[in-house]
């Protein structure tokens, strides 16, 4: 049975940081891996995500700020999050695509079970 196990979240002062990370049960070498977040009453959104290779994407609102990673080794992915913003307060999941790198939810299919970072003004 595959699983996502997200760890990392939590309360964190605007400006601070945090990494969370994700460690999966699946060939990673078959899988892209993305982070999503879900805020309150919101819909769930891209974050970013990694291929095997290690390229990358980000969305907008977090390019510059947050950096994805994975160590094939361990079967682990990682968000780094840096100059958090109010507005970063959600719950973070981890997800697993076997495809190609991807932005799109529906093509994801494994997820974790989410992580919450709120972040304090």
């Known amino acids: 049975q595959v699983q996502l196990v997200e760890a990392g979240g939590g309360l964190v002062q605007a400006g601070g940081s945090l990494k969370l990370s994700c460690a999966a049960s699946l060939t990673f070498s078959s899988y892209a891996m993305g982070w999503f977040r879900q805020a309150p009453g919101k819909a769930r959104e891209f974050v970013a995500a990694?291929?095997?290779?290690?390229?990358?994407t980000y969305h907008a609102d977090v390019r510059g700020r947050f950096t994805i990673s994975r160590t094939n080794a361990k079967n682990t992915v990682y968000l780094q999050m840096n100059s958090l913003k109010p507005e970063d307060t959600a719950v973070y999941y981890c997800?697993?695509?076997?495809?190609?790198?991807?932005?799109?939810?529906?093509?994801?299919?494994?997820w974790g079970q989410g992580t919450q970072v709120t972040v304090s003004s």
């Open positions: 997800a697993a695509a076997p495809s190609t790198m991807t932005t799109m939810t529906d093509d994801y299919a494994y």
């Open positions: 990694t291929r095997w290779s290690g390229g990358s």
